[in-house]
């Protein structure tokens, strides 16, 4: 098992800031993309999944799909659909294997929230993006561990700055260069 880069870190203050580095982070992504978003509940995911939704011109609005698990966003400029994934309430391989993520994964940018541990091997390459809250709040995700967030009301503001570590992974990623301090 090979390790992943470090990856490029940066400190994002508020939820436009966060909209901000989607759409820049947007500007890299084309289809065939898989993008797996990690973090606690209020971290940021869903703030920066509209960022690049916006960023890559698709249809939204662009909300969590914690109930419904994914949605579809269609690209309004002739660009990648946008497919977005909240595996908050998988259960397993399985029920991520029900979505057939893999039949739309090479014509759309995929970005899955909770896919950390679930997804990588969709394919050989992927984007990781990892949000934390600053501060020493405890909060327990999807696999019952404790992580540096707490959860926020979805039109809550970013309140204090996030943590975000950025990584690619495969050769898709290889010289790409990520939005860093």
């Known amino acids: 098992m090979s390790v992943p880069p470090v990856g490029e870190q940066l400190s994002v203050a508020t939820a436009e800031g966060m909209r901000a580095l989607g759409r820049r982070l947007a500007g890299l992504l084309r289809a065939g993309d898989l993008v797996v978003l990690s973090g606690g509940l209020g971290a940021g995911k869903t ?4 960022g690049l939704a916006d960023g890559l011109g698709v249809r939204g609005p662009v909300t ?3 109930f419904v698990i994914s ?5 309004l400029v002739g660009g990648p659909a946008l497919v977005h994934v909240d ?4 259960g397993g391989l399985g029920e ?4 057939d ?6 014509e759309a940018v995929t970005v899955v929230e909770w896919g950390s541990g679930l997804v990588e091997d969709l394919a050989a390459s992927r984007l990781e993006v990892e949000l934390r809250r600053r501060t020493g ?23 204090e ?13 290889r010289g790409v260069q990520l939005p860093g301090a």
């Open 47 to 50: 703030t920066l999944v509209q």
């Open 64 to 66: 969590s799909p914690t």
């Open 161 to 173: 700055p996030r943590r975000v570590v950025l990584r690619g992974v495969g050769e898709r990623w």
């Open 137 to 159: 709040h405890a909060a327990a995700g999807p696999g019952g561990g404790a992580d540096e967030a707490v959860e926020l009301d979805e039109a809550a503001e970013l309140d």
């Open 87 to 90: 595996a908050y309430r998988v």
């Open 101 to 106: 993520l893999d039949t739309s994964l090479d």
């Open 96 to 99: 991520l294997d029900d979505l």
């Open 71 to 75: 949605r579809v966003h269609p690209s």
